[in-house]
Nanobody, 121 residues
Framework: QVQLVESGGGLVQPGGSLRLSCAAT????????MGWYRQAPGKQRELVASITSGGATNSATSVKGRFSISRDTAKDSMHLQIDKLKSEDTAIYYC???????????????WGQGTQVTVSS
């Protein structure tokens, strides 16, 4: 059973930084695209940033220049460096991954349990 485990959320003041991490556990799979989504109270879940197995990245316009996504393919892990935090960044941040299981041609989408990021003075 493959699972995504997130860590690194918390309370931070405006202008501060956080580093979120996501690790995939289990065996017998390959991870394709990984990404971070967030959901603020009363809003829909939105893509923050994504990264392919080859290292190509994509990020939302609202976070460009402040958020940086990276990935360690050897460890099946992913990180999101968040700088210059704003109050509007307050949300639950979810790790997401598209995986394929060995011997199975289908693609599965996994979600982590979410980690809370609160930006407040």
């Amino acid at each position: 059973q493959v699972q995504l485990v997130e860590s690194g959320g918390g309370l931070v003041q405006p202008g501060g930084s956080l580093r979120l991490s996501c690790a995939a556990t289990g065996s017998g799979y390959n991870i394709n695209v990984m990404g971070w989504y967030r959901q603020a109270p009363g809003k829909q879940r939105e893509l923050v940033a994504s990264i392919t197995s080859g290292g190509a990245t994509n990020s939302a316009t609202s976070v460009k220049g402040r958020f940086s996504i990276s990935r360690d393919t050897a460890k099946d892990s992913m990180h999101l460096q968040i700088d210059k935090l704003k109050s509007e960044d307050t949300a639950i941040y979810y790790c997401n991954a598209d995986i394929t299981k060995w011997g199975d041609p289908r693609t599965y989408t996994l979600w982590g349990q979410g980690t809370q990021v609160t930006v407040s003075s």
